[in-house]
Structure formats: structure tokens, C-alpha cells
């Protein structure tokens, strides 16, 4: 009777037009081996302290997913110590000026910067509960200008905010707090699409410090800190 009934209801719920809801859909912005790839430049670059920290979170699914490894790392992979997880967004979108600089000096399409308004840390630390995903402290500010020494050393970010002024404005900021070894990886650095504003950031920094780009899978652009 109970199979029947949950059978029954199952049937239903692809009759009712929330059925896409309903089914299993891949919810990510990054492909499998690109989450594969920060995972391990994420594990590599704790062993020897730091936090990780997350700029540009959307609605949260990679951060379950690296909080998810890093437990796995703890339990199963050698990761002897606790990491701290910090979280970064305005949970509100893109910021006014800086959209207006992509469209008036950049060329880029407003109606592209409607995407991320609709969240709120509030909605984002219930998702993080119901993934029982505990370590990650979620602030709520700008990119551009907020204080990344109340972090203490940072050993992993990675950095995605798509647009070019909070990216130039927040990759020297967290490159100050990134412990010798840690690693930034920033994201939507891919030439020629509507959000290469990163790519054009992370370039220009890559020059200011004297050194050669790195980007990997087509859209991460690396950078670390040397240990002196």
C-alpha cells in the first residue's frame, strides 16, 4: 500500500507544471572537471593553513560542493586540519556603477546585468543549513571594498565577480591577505564573451606584479604567491 501510494505520487508530481522542480537537474556554473580542479588546488592549498574564502556566490551550489570535499578531505584524505570558509556577495547582484562602466566603456549589454538579484544571506545561510554545511562564515558587502584582513591569512579564493572593476579593484586586496603558497583563482577568464571583464582585471594585475598569466581550463586564471 505505502509503495503504491508513493508510487501514485510520484506519478503526479510530472503532471504538475513544477515537475521541472522536481527532477534532478545539474546545478553549477562550472563543468565536472572544473569543479574537479578546485577541489584539489582548494586541498592542496589549505595543508598548510589558511582560509579559503568565496567571492561571487550566486545561490550557493559550489560552495556546498567544496565545503562537501573539504569534509571529505578531513575524513578520508590526510586533511588533518579545520578550515576556516569564508563567503563574499552583495546578495543583491551586480552593482550599479559598476554595470555602467560595462556598458558605457566596455561595450557590453545591459540587459546581461540583470542576473543575481534575487537572493539574500538570509535565503543563502538556510541553504547552507539544510546541505548541514556549518564552517562557512557569510558576509554581505562589495567586492571592491571590503576589508579582507578581518579574514586573517587566506590560502584559496576563488574570485568571481565577472566584471572588471570589482575584480581589479578586489584581486590586490586579497593577493595582500594571501599567505605565501595560496593561491587565487579567478573566474570568467575566457577571451571574447559577455563577461571578460575579469579577464581584462586579472591581466592587467598579472602585469603590475611582473608576472605571466596562467590560465587554465580555458577560463581560470591562476595566480599564487610565491614563498620567499
Known amino acids: 500500500m505505502k509503495r503504491a501510494l508513493k508510487l501514485w505520487l510520484k506519478r503526479l508530481q510530472f503532471h504538475t507544471p513544477l515537475r521541472r522542480r522536481m527532477v534532478h537537474r545539474y546545478d553549477y556554473f562550472f563543468w565536472p ?5 578546485l577541489c584539489e588546488a582548494m586541498e592542496q592549498s589549505v595543508k598548510d ?18 565545503n562537501n570535499h573539504l569534509t571529505w578531505a578531513q575524513r578520508y584524505h590526510g586533511l588533518r586540519q579545520e578550515v576556516d570558509y569564508a563567503c563574499l556577495d552583495t546578495f543583491s547582484g551586480f552593482l550599479p556603477e559598476h ?7 566596455r561595450g557590453k549589454a545591459s540587459v546581461a546585468y540583470d542576473a543575481y538579484q534575487f537572493n539574500s544571506p538570509e535565503w543563502f545561510k538556510y541553504m547552507l543549513a539544510i546541505n ?8 554581505q558587502g562589495d567586492a571592491a571594498r571590503f ?10 579564493c576563488l574570485l568571481d565577480v565577472d566584471l572588471y572593476l570589482p575584480t ?9 591577505q594571501l599567505r605565501p603558497g595560496g593561491l587565487i583563482v579567478v573566474d570568467d577568464c575566457a577571451p571574447d564573451q559577455i563577461y571578460d571583464g575579469a579577464r581584462q582585471a586579472y591581466v592587467e594585475f598579472c602585469a603590475k606584479l611582473g608576472r605571466e598569466t596562467d590560465i587554465q581550463h580555458r577560463k581560470f586564471g591562476l595566480l599564487g604567491k610565491p614563498v620567499v
Open 33 to 37: 572537471a572544473e569543479l574537479a580542479f
Open 49 to 66: 593553513g589558511g582560509a579559503v574564502l568565496e567571492v561571487g556566490c550566486a545561490q550557493g551550489a559550489t560552495t556546498v560542493f567544496l
Open 99 to 105: 554595470a555602467s562602466y560595462e556598458q558605457k566603456h
Open 132 to 139: 548541514d554545511v556549518t564552517r562557512v562564515q557569510v558576509h
Open 147 to 156: 576589508d579582507y584582513g578581518r579574514l586573517g591569512p587566506i590560502a584559496f
Open 168 to 176: 581589479l579593484a578586489a584581486l590586490p586586496r586579497i593577493y595582500e
